[in-house]
């Protein structure tokens, strides 16, 4: 199973909610096209399913990691030029699963930003990159958004307390899918990935024990660029999907 070929995106996007299980996936597969629609003059927020309580490699004390984790993200998104960071409650790392409760407080978010784009982690498993990608948290957060998306932020009678809360219908026209098998659009990142390098620093409980970080991200964006007909550059590769 995989994504068919990628829609032309949508050249009208005012919004965009990125919705991702943890601190640090946003950076890893997208902080470069971030960064990249913040300059286009794109409205670009962050919701995150979990604060990360299950990461880390140190002997940081595990009850601290959740704010240590909240306060990287924020400083990472700033590094992009992105704000705006929403956290849910009530989930936990390597326990996500797209239960009605997650596709609910998902339909609240995007009732609430009312975005044109959302940008996600991908539901299909990468049988090639179990490690990563394939993430349980990543897949359920993939689901739970196209679930929220389709059928349910739009149809005003889904999850009727948020109506009755006052958050109307809303219609998301498109999502972009990280982490997925055979991405087809790529985004040339190569003007933004200091920003993008720095974000990835601003985790630093995830990312300081790398012992060549910005050479890691070279290669490996450097081979998407390559892939897609921009060698020399460095790329990040997504599937967009028309969800009006
Ligand atoms: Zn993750």
């Known amino acids: 199973m995989s994504f068919p070929p990628s829609a032309p995106p949508l050249p009208d996007v005012s919004r965009v909610l990125c919705v991702f299980a943890h601190p640090d996936d946003v950076d890893f597969g997208s902080a ?6 913040v300059d286009a003059g794109i409205e670009v927020s962050y919701l995150l399913v979990t604060r990360g309580d299950a990461g880390g490699f140190d002997d940081t004390p595990r009850h601290e990691m959740p704010l240590l984790r909240e306060a990287e993200q ?3 998104a700033a590094a992009v030029g992105v704000e ?5 409650e009530g989930y936990r790392d390597g ?12 339909v609240a978010a995007i009732r609430r930003h ?4 959302i940008l996600t982690s991908s ?3 990468r049988w090639d990159r179990i490690a990563g990608p394939s993430h349980p948290d990543h897949l359920a957060t993939g689901e739970a958004v196209t679930c929220a998306v389709y059928p349910d932020a739009r149809n005003p009678f889904a999850h009727p307390e948020l109506a009755a809360a006052g958050l109307a219908a809303w219609t998301v026209r498109e999502i972009w899918y990280s982490g997925g098998p055979d991405p087809d659009h790529a985004v040339d ?8 390098l720095a974000a990835l620093r601003a985790h630093a409980s ?10 890691m991200l070279r290669e490996r964006l450097g081979a998407l660029a390559t892939a897609h007909g921009l060698p020399g550059r460095v790329c990040e590769a997504f599937t967009v999907i028309r969800t009006e």
Do not use: C, I, M, N
């Open 32 to 37: 470069g096209t971030v960064a990249a629609w």
């Open 74 to 76: 924020r400083a990472a």
């Open 84 to 88: 705006t960071v929403e956290f849910l």
């Open 95 to 106: 326990s996500v699963t797209a239960s009605l409760e997650l596709r609910r407080d998902l």
């Open 114 to 117: 009312r975005p044109d784009r």
């Open 123 to 125: 539901p299909l498993r």
């Open 189 to 196: 990142v190569t003007g933004v990935f200091d920003r993008k």
């Open 206 to 215: 995830q990312t300081s024990h790398l012992p060549d970080l910005e050479g």
